[in-house]
């Protein structure tokens, strides 16, 4: 089972985001938290797979609130965001989560989402998610450009997933497109995050991006 802590301060859209979880049958809503102090306390106490952490809440916002769980390695955290929060969508990656959801997501979308973070693959949405990778490295201010020698450490075939990562593949698009193993390219991926600091694989693809790291 999948233990998922949801992290929303609206009581309504918290009670159906709850009720298209408990829906899947490999999947456990571990408790509900409205406010994101509340969501990293229930945290450190539940121990969940995934958070489902909406960005504005009272007390501590979502982007905070996703800088502790991350830190203390307590859950992986997928961001409820709308396309008018994009700079705290990108607080939030900065932060360490695992990716992100749009709040008008379909149902089965939201499920699929849950398990592909639980199964260690942050990156949701490929198409959403490129456009806001793309959109924000294209913004000095909010997106610093990283120093390129970051790269040095990295072989070949590592600069190539990452660019992959850049582009918003899959562990499967990523092994299609390198014609690899998929499990080759879950070791990739983490030996690059290793090197480069990382927290995600999506902090990986704004780096990716930022940098202008080009693929094969």
Do not use: W
Not at 17 to 46: K, N, T
Not at 99 to 114: M, P, Q, R, S, W
Not at 182 to 210: D, F, M, P, W
């Amino acid at each position: 089972m999948i233990r998922v802590l949801v992290a929303e301060d609206q009581s309504a859209v918290r009670a159906g985001l709850v009720l298209i979880l408990r829906s899947a049958p490999d999947i456990e809503v571990a408790g509900e938290a409205a406010d994101g102090e509340r969501a990293v306390a229930l945290a450190r106490e539940l121990r969940p797979d995934v958070v489902l952490m909406d960005v504005q809440m009272p007390r501590l916002d979502g982007v905070a609130a996703t800088r502790q769980v991350v830190a203390e390695g307590l859950a992986d955290v997928l961001v409820l965001t709308t396309f008018d929060l994009d700079e705290y969508v990108f607080g939030a990656l900065r932060a360490g989560a695992s990716g992100f959801l749009l709040k008008n997501t379909e149902a089965g979308d939201l499920i699929e989402a849950v398990r592909t973070v639980a199964r260690g693959e942050g990156i949701v949405a490929p198409a959403v998610t490129r456009r806001l990778i793309a959109e924000f490295a294209a913004k000095p201010a909010l997106a610093p450009t990283a120093d390129p020698a970051v790269l040095d450490s990295l072989t070949r075939r590592e600069r190539e997933v990452l660019a992959c990562l850049g582009e918003g593949l899959s562990n499967a698009g990523v092994a299609e497109r390198l014609d690899m193993a998929e499990a080759t390219v879950k070791t990739h991926v983490s030996r690059l995050l290793g090197k480069l600091g990382l927290r995600s694989r999506v902090q990986a693809a704004v780096l990716a991006q930022e940098l202008g790291v080009q693929g094969p």
